[in-house]
């Protein structure tokens, strides 16, 4: 593995000055710092902006352009892919809805059943909720939520191509769902609570729209200590799960607060940020420090019951 010193003395290559134009997306926001407080819905809008911009690229676009979801030619947006899990294995995966930007696999652990009503929070291109309509079949009703037009418009497409009459996916806040009281008896995410900045409302609205005796299986991102500050106030990285990530103490007393019981970590994991990310957000002395200092970003799938 290469040292810091290593890291740091290699030139970033990048495919010049436009390679992460995109002319339906303006990103100048993202590579602003947010060192000035920004209201919940300026931070929303850092969010929509990088993600419409994943969602309208193709898939082979995503993959080899320096803004795609899983190219590291410019270094900030690897940190989407340094967190995703493997779903090609689960039943219902579908490629096309698959744009590796999750930290766990949520169903995978959902105990979901045949005829279920699942609610997808964040549900992006669909990728979790096709894998839950294999789970509750003909029977059952998923349902994706997600805040941003060009992801929602990809999942509807995919679910067209797939023919499920099932799933539906609707343009809204986690916030504010235009769902019923007890509408769920399993809700899924995946690596989207961190990305709201009211995450005590989040969880309130999660509470509401699940079913007395339902359940919930959300895998987010959370932390063990203090992020440095250029990591923490970078849009970037805000955008890509890290920065809005809070104490596991405080995600689970949140959680707890909304009204769930039964809480449990069904599965944990240190996510190692690359050096060449850390380098740059810091100089090679704060990264070793960080380093030292044993704060750490987790990967966490958190079970709780109503």
């Given amino acids: ?25 303006d990103t100048a926001v993202l590579v602003e710092d947010l060192t000035k407080e920004k209201t919940e819905e300026e931070l929303k809008q ?3 902006e990088q993600y419409s911009q994943i969602a309208l690229q193709s898939k082979e676009q995503n993959e080899t352009s320096c803004c795609g979801s899983t190219s590291a030619c ?20 579908n490629p096309d809805a698959d744009l590796g930007l999750g930290c766990g696999l949520p169903t995978e652990y959902a105990k979901i059943k045949a005829g279920d009503t699942v609610v997808d929070l964040g549900s992006g291109a669909g990728n979790d909720c096709f894998v839950a309509r294999a789970e509750t079949g003909d029977t059952g009703r998923v349902i994706g939520i997600d805040m941003t037009p060009a992801m929602v418009e990809k999942a509807k497409a995919n679910a067209a191509k797939l023919g499920f009459a099932n ?41 509401r729209i699940t079913k007395p005796g339902g359940h919930f299986s959300i895998s987010d991102i959370v932390l063990t200590g203090e992020l440095p ?26 959680v707890k607060n909304a009204g769930f019981k039964n809480i449990t970590i069904q599965k944990e994991k240190l996510i190692t940020i690359p050096d060449q990310i850390l380098l740059d957000y810091m100089t090679i002395d704060e990264a070793k420090q960080f380093i030292r200092s044993g704060s750490g970003i987790f990967s966490i799938t958190v079970y709780a019951e109503k």
Avoid at 14 to 22: H, L, M
């Fill in 1 to 25: 593995m290469n040292t810091l010193e290593e890291t740091k003395s290699k030139e970033k290559t990048c495919c010049g000055p436009d390679c992460c134009s995109d002319e339906t997306t």
């Fill in 167 to 207: 799933v539906e996916f609707h343009l809204a806040e986690i916030e504010k769902m235009p769902l019923a009281d007890n509408t769920a008896d399993v809700v899924v995410s995946n690596c989207v609570m961190n990305l709201i900045p009211n995450k005590v409302n989040a969880f309130r609205e999660v509470y």
């Fill in 229 to 254: 500050l250029k990591m923490k106030t970078a849009a970037t990285m805000y955008a890509g799960c890290v920065s809005g990530a809070v104490l596991k103490d405080e995600y689970l007393e949140i």
């Fill in 74 to 93: 410019c270094g900030d947006n690897t940190t989407y892919t340094i967190m995703a899990d493997e779903y090609k294995n689960l039943k219902g995966y």
């Fill in 46 to 48: 850092i969010v929509k």
